[in-house]
C-alpha cells in the first residue's frame, strides 16, 4: 500500500473529517445491519486515542440532491453512539455557518455525526467549492469509505485537494488484501466469477484473463457462454448482446476458462419448482439453469486444488432460494479449506458466504460491492488516487 494512513499523520489537538461508510439499511427509523458502522469503529477509536476530535460524514441512500427525512442520518447517530460508548452529536446539515459554529467549539474526543452529504446535489457533482466547505470544518481528512472510493464525488475526492488526506485502517485494509491479490499474487492464481450478468463484468473477465492462470466461470454469467458455445439454454437468463463478447473471450482464452459441466435446471424460478441435473447442452425447452451441478464442483475443486490465490465475485446459482445455493455454498466450503490467499469481493458474494459462516475462514472478505469490482477491473479508484503518497 503506496497510500499513507492514519497512522503517518498527527492528529492531537486537531479536528478530523472522516468519510466513512455508513450508507446502511434503515428500517422504521433504526439501523438493521450495523455491519458499516461497525467496520469504521477501529479507524474513530484510534483517533480519539489519539486526541483528535471527529466530524464524520456519509452519504445515505439515493435522496438525489434534496433533503429527504427517510435518509436522515439520525439513527446512524445513535446506533454509532451505543457502539462507541461515548456521545454523538448529529448535525442538521453537513456545511453551512450553522455547522461551522458548533464545529468551531468542538474538543479533542469530541464526535460529530454531520447530515447525509447527499442532501446537498454539489456532492455527486464533485463541485469544488462544497469540497472547500466541507474541507474548511477540519485540518485533516481521512477516507475510510472503500465502498463510496469508486465514485468522484466531494466528500470521497474533491475533499482531499483541500486537506492533508490519508487512509483510514478499513481503506487500508481493503487496498492491502485486494492489492495482494490483483497486484503481484502467488501462482496459481484462480479466479472464479458468477453472479447473474456478463455485461456488468466484461471489463472484469477481460483483466482477470490478463492476470489469472485459470477463470472459473458459473452462475447466471455462464449461461451467455453456453449460448456462445451453441447449446440451447432454454428459459436461462442469458444476454443476447453479450454473445458475441462471449465468444471472443473464448476463442481467446482457450482452456484457460473453465465452464460447467452440469447444471441444475427447474421447470420455474421457484424453490418448489421440479429440479433436474443435465448437461449444459441438454437444456430442455421451458427450462432455465439455476445452479451448477455435483460434476461442476468436482471440476471446480481440482481447478482450486493447488491454487495459491483466489479471487471470487459473484454466486455461483441464485443462492437466495435453498435448493440451488448448493454449487455457491461448497465453493465457499472449498475456499474455506485451501491453503491460499482467498478474497471475496461482490454485495452478493459476500452475504452468501457471510451466510454460508465462512467469512472468518476467508483471507479478505471486501465491503465494497462497486469499488471492488472496479478495482478487478484494474481500474484505479478516484478516492484512493487522491490520498497522499507514502
Ligand atoms: P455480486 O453482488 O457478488 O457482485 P451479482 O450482483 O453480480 O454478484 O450477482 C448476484 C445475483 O446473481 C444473485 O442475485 C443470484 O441470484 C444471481 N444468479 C446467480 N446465478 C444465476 C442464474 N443461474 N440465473 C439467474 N440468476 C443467477
Ligand atoms: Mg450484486
Redesign the pocket.
Same mark, same amino acid.
Given at each position: 500500500m503506496n497510500k499513507q494512513t492514519v497512522r503517518d499523520v498527527d492528529v492531537k489537538g486537531k479536528r478530523v473529517l472522516v468519510r466513512v461508510d455508513f450508507n446502511v439499511p434503515l428500517k422504521d427509523g433504526t439501523v438493521t445491519d450495523d455491519t458499516r458502522i461497525r467496520a469504521a469503529l477501529p479507524t474513530l477509536e484510534h483517533l480519539l486515542q489519539q486526541g483528535a476530535a471527529l466530524i464524520l460524514c456519509s452519504h445515505l441512500g439515493r435522496p438525489k440532491g434534496k433533503v429527504a427525512p427517510e435518509y436522515r442520518m439520525d439513527p446512524v447517530g445513535v446506533r454509532l453512539q451505543e457502539l462507541l460508548g461515548r456521545p454523538v452529536r448529529k448535525l442538521d446539515d453537513c456545511v453551512g455557518p450553522e455547522v461551522e459554529t458548533t464545529i468551531a467549539a468542538i474538543q479533542p474526543g469530541d464526535v460529530v455525526l454531520l447530515e447525509n452529504t447527499r442532501f446537498h446535489a454539489e456532492e455527486t457533482a464533485n463541485d469544488l467549492n462544497f469540497a472547500k466547505q466541507l474541507a474548511g470544518l477540519a485540518d485533516i481528512f481521512v477516507n475510510d469509505a472503500f465502498g463510496a472510493a469508486h465514485r468522484a464525488h466531494a466528500s470521497t475526492e474533491g475533499v482531499a485537494h483541500y486537506l492533508p488526506a490519508v487512509a483510514g485502517f478499513l481503506m487500508e485494509k481493503e487496498l492491502e488484501f485486494l492489492g495482494r491479490a490483483t497486484e503481484n499474487p502467488e501462482h496459481p492464481y484462480v479466479a472464479i466469477l #458468477? &453472479? *447473474?450478468?456478463v455485461s456488468?463484468?466484461i471489463a472484469v473477465i477481460e483483466n482477470l484473463l490478463r492476470q489469472c492462470d485459470r477463470l472459473i466461470i &458459473? #452462475? %447466471?454469467? *455462464?449461461?451467455t457462454f453456453f449460448r456462445a458455445m451453441g447449446f440451447d439454454t432454454g428459459d =436461462?437468463?442469458v444476454e443476447e448482446d453479450a454473445v458475441a463478447t462471449a465468444k471472443t473471450l473464448l476463442e481467446a482464452a482457450g482452456s484457460q476458462i473453465v465452464l460447467p459441466v452440469d447444471?441444475v435446471i427447474a421447470d420455474r /424460478?421457484d424453490n418448489d419448482a421440479n429440479l433436474k441435473v443435465v448437461a449444459p447442452n441438454a437444456v430442455p425447452a421451458g427450462w432455465?439453469?439455476?445452479?451448477v451441478g455435483p460434476k461442476t464442483i468436482a471440476t471446480f475443486e481440482s481447478a482450486l486444488s493447488d491454487a495459491r490465490t483466489v479471487v471470487w465475485? %459473484?454466486?455461483? #446459482?441464485?443462492?437466495?432460494?435453498p435448493n /440451488?445455493a448448493k454449487g455457491?455454498f461448497a465453493v465457499a466450503d472449498l475456499l474455506a479449506n485451501l491453503d491460499a490467499v482467498t478474497v471475496? %469481493? $461482490? #454485495?452478493? =458474494?459476500? *452475504?452468501?458466504v457471510a451466510q454460508a459462516g465462512l467469512a472468518d475462514r476467508m483471507t479478505h472478505v471486501s465491503t465494497g $460491492?462497486g469499488a =471492488?469490482?472496479e478495482f478487478l477491473e484494474g481500474k484505479v479508484l478516484p478516492g484512493v488516487a487522491a490520498l497522499q503518497d507514502k
Open positions: #458468477g &453472479g *447473474a450478468k456488468d463484468k &458459473g #452462475g %447466471g454469467m *455462464a449461461n =436461462s437468463l447444471v /424460478f432455465r439453469i439455476l445452479d465475485n %459473484g454466486p455461483l #446459482g441464485v443462492f437466495e432460494m /440451488f455457491t471475496i %469481493g $461482490g #454485495g452478493d =458474494s459476500a *452475504a452468501a $460491492g =471492488s469490482l
